[in-house]
């Protein structure tokens, strides 16, 4: 009986067993990935995929930041890469999950039926590359300078959006 229990236990687990045993995602990326899909469903996008090559890339340009720009901007117009990113000063607690809720409060200086931000002053680009329909992949990180007081988190994202032009969704 115990043993005919097992099996039906065993069978019912295999379901769940990922395909091609795929790594499970670190938390931290689940926290990137929840906040982003999160606001594309709100309009109808699909999801982002975790990619590692991405978050390397990211990780590489915010130690970069960190060991030589005070945790400081980092230029992306040379960058192979196109993204998000967000400085903040006065050691302002970041989590992954702050930094893309206050891109995604972008939304409210979108004006979809122009495709325009609402002004100069109220930016809307960090929102609309979080929505971007044709944007598949997403690559994140973060880092602190204690001693400035700053933090600098920084996304990528595959292919990149915000294409002159286009409409994001
Ligand atoms: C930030 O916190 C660190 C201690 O963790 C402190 O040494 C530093 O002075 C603080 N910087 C600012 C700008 O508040």
Not at 60 to 77: H, P, W
Not at 90 to 100: C, H, L, S, Y
Not at 115 to 136: D, G, H, I, P
Request: glycine share 6%; net charge positive.
């Amino acid at each position: 009986m115990a043993y005919a229990l097992l099996i039906l236990i065993v069978a019912l687990a295999i379901p769940h067993i990922p395909a091609q045993g795929a790594a499970p995602l670190p938390s931290v990326a689940k926290e990137y990935l929840e906040g982003h899909n999160k606001a594309r469903a709100e309009v109808g996008v699909g999801p982002l995929k975790w990619s590692e090559e991405l978050a390397n890339a990211a990780r590489r340009l915010v130690r970069y930041q960190k060991n030589n720009m005070e945790c400081g901007m980092a230029s992306l117009t040379n960058h192979k890469y196109r993204g998000n990113q967000l400085f903040t000063v006065n050691n302002e607690t970041m989590t992954p999950r702050m930094a893309v809720d206050r891109w995604v409060q972008e939304k409210e200086h979108y004006i979809y039926s122009f495709n325009e931000c609402m002004s100069y002053f109220r930016t809307c680009v960090a929102y609309t590359q979080v929505v971007w329909r044709k944007s598949l992949e997403l690559g994140c990180a973060q880092a602190r300078c204690s001693e400035y007081g700053t933090s600098i988190t920084i996304c990528f994202y595959n292919p990149p959006g915000n294409i002159k032009g286009e409409r994001p969704y």
